[in-house]
């Protein structure tokens, strides 16, 4: 239950029923990682709230990573059953949040998305896989929205360069749909952003801009425009929130053009 190591382990799946109980030693290894997993993303005090127990869903992803070369692996991950607390959901992204980090590129296509599909919370902070859209959207606003805590831990994902542009596209959609609901944690993403990561996004708004130049390819800058595309529709409707954040500077602005040609570019094809 260590997929932060080096190496990630391997093994067989020899007796995949008896993971549904996996003994005292396995839960409390189970309930210490959760609690691990809480601290590293200052979630404490939410996890502290939680009085339902830890279930086996990061057991049986443990396990489905380790068999990860069987076939039977990914059908045991669509075994996991729905996280019931949020214990479960911190041990399931305990487990799958630093593999798919960290050995993303060592997974086989399928795997890495039945990996997505058993973790919301990694969902949430990377991107969710097609099962678990709709629980990652409901963690995200009912539960880590609703708590200082959750906000900064999501604000400071979302803030870093996206990693891929299938994250890019869903966390620009996300924050597209927030800014009507909760305008101050769209800009506290875009103003941490700009503290923070400057250099890269700036980078990614000019390669996004060079792929516009004739022929435009439109696919290969609509990531990147999309993740801008929330503070352009403020920048035009709410301007005066964004000059009360003094963090984003006028260096955004290059994002909002992006969003803004591409648009246009959108509207002729």
Do not use: I
């Amino acid at each position: 239950m260590r997929p932060d190591a080096a190496a990630l382990p391997e093994g067989r799946l020899r007796h995949p029923l008896d993971l549904a109980d996996p003994g005292p030693d396995t839960a409390s290894l189970t309930a210490t990682l959760a609690a691990r997993t809480a601290a590293r993303l200052r979630l404490d005090r939410l996890a502290a709230a939680e009085r339902r127990p830890v279930g086996v869903g990061a057991v049986l992803t443990a396990a489905a990573v380790g068999g990860r070369a069987e076939p039977a692996a990914t059908a045991l991950l669509t075994a996991v059953p729905p996280s019931r607390s949020f214990w479960d959901v911190l041990a399931c992204h305990g487990v799958a949040g630093p593999v798919l980090g960290l050995h993303r590129g060592q997974l086989e296509r399928r795997f890495a998305e039945a990996l997505l599909d058993v973790s919301p919370l990694t969902g949430v902070l990377d991107r969710p896989g097609g099962r678990t859209r709709a629980a990652a959207e409901e963690l995200l606003v009912d539960v880590l929205l609703n708590d200082p805590q959750g906000r900064r831990t999501v604000a400071s994902a979302w803030a870093e360069p996206p990693a891929s542009p299938a994250q890019a596209l869903w966390r620009g959609g996300m924050l597209d749909r927030l800014r009507l609901t909760d305008t101050a944690f769209v800009l506290n993403v875009y103003e941490t952003a700009m503290l923070l990561h400057r250099p890269g996004h700036l980078a990614r708004v000019e390669e996004a801009r060079a792929a516009l130049a004739p022929p435009a390819d439109l696919d290969r800058a609509r990531p990147v425009a999309r993740w801008w595309s929330a503070l352009a529709k403020l920048e035009r409707s709410r301007r005066r929130l964004l000059r009360e954040r003094p963090g984003l500077h006028s260096d955004y602005l290059a994002g909002v053009r992006l969003h803004w040609q591409l648009t246009r570019l959108e509207a002729l094809r």
